[in-house]
């Protein structure tokens, strides 16, 4: 089976790809020559997977998953959210996004946040979901090296280490785009 994964991000292409079984052969958007941006403009993120795979499916031609992924923040009424990605500006700056969280949360105690991933699945113009959700804590500063993205800050609930220091199998074993994944493949896997 070939699926394109509606993405440039080679990090989450290589996070799937380790999930994925072997007959199914992934493609990303680089690899279908698409390079334009992909709108994002739905206002919640099953709302933005929506879209992506539907754009995907209707301009390629092909079978596709596409995930949006959000962190929430209690202290901050669930933001970043949907503008995960954007949180610091539209050149999707992940330095520059930690730097503001963290300074949004200086001097608070609740600091208790989830990562949110769906994944929209249009296989043979059927559409399915996939949702996966982390509960954590947003740590203080940095530790890690691994991983992208706000990993660096995010400690997942019962753990020691941040997501940026762990390997990508001890990330995925608990992660929000890991239990989303876990979810389709199962279903791929039917």
């Given at each position: 089976?070939?699926?394109?994964?509606?993405?440039?991000?080679?990090?989450?292409?290589?996070?799937?790809?380790?999930?994925?079984?072997?007959?199914?052969?992934?493609?990303?958007?680089?690899?279908?020559?698409?390079?334009?941006?992909?709108?994002?403009?739905?206002?919640?993120?099953d709302g933005n997977a929506i879209?992506?795979?539907?754009?995907?499916?209707?301009?390629?031609?092909?079978?596709?998953?596409?995930?949006?992924?959000?962190?929430?923040?209690?202290?901050?009424?669930?933001?970043?959210?949907?503008?995960?990605?954007?949180?610091?500006?539209?050149?999707?700056?992940?330095?520059?996004?930690?730097?503001?969280?963290?300074?949004?949360?200086?001097?608070?105690?609740?600091?208790?946040?989830?990562?949110?991933?769906?994944?929209?699945?249009?296989?043979?113009?059927?559409?399915?979901?996939?949702?996966?959700?982390?509960?954590?804590?947003?740590?203080?500063?940095?530790?890690?090296?691994?991983?992208?993205?706000?990993?660096?800050?995010?400690?997942?609930?019962g753990k020691e280490q941040s997501?940026?220091?762990?390997?990508?199998?001890?990330?995925?074993?608990?992660?929000?785009?890991?239990?989303?994944?876990?979810?389709?493949?199962?279903?791929l896997s039917q």
């Amino acid at each position: 089976m070939e699926l394109v994964f509606a993405t440039h991000n080679k990090n989450k292409m290589a996070e799937i790809k380790a999930l994925l079984p072997k007959n199914i052969k992934l493609l990303s958007l680089d690899d279908i020559g698409c390079t334009e941006d992909i709108p994002e403009t739905a206002d919640t993120i099953d709302g933005n997977a929506i879209l992506k795979a539907e754009y995907v499916r209707r301009r390629y031609g092909y079978d596709c998953f596409a995930d949006d992924t959000g962190l929430e923040v209690e202290a901050l009424a669930g933001a970043p959210g949907v503008f995960s990605a954007r949180f610091a500006g539209d050149e999707k700056n992940d330095e520059a996004n930690v730097q503001k969280l963290l300074k949004h949360l200086e001097g608070k105690s609740d600091r208790r946040a989830q990562f949110k991933t769906v994944i929209a699945l249009n296989l043979k113009d059927n559409e399915n979901l996939f949702t996966g959700i982390c509960k954590g804590e947003i740590l203080e500063e940095r530790r890690g090296a691994k991983g992208f993205g706000y990993d660096p800050v995010f400690r997942p609930e019962g753990k020691e280490q941040s997501f940026a220091e762990m390997d990508m199998g001890e990330k995925a074993a608990v992660s929000h785009r890991g239990k989303a994944f876990r979810e389709l493949i199962a279903y791929l896997s039917q």
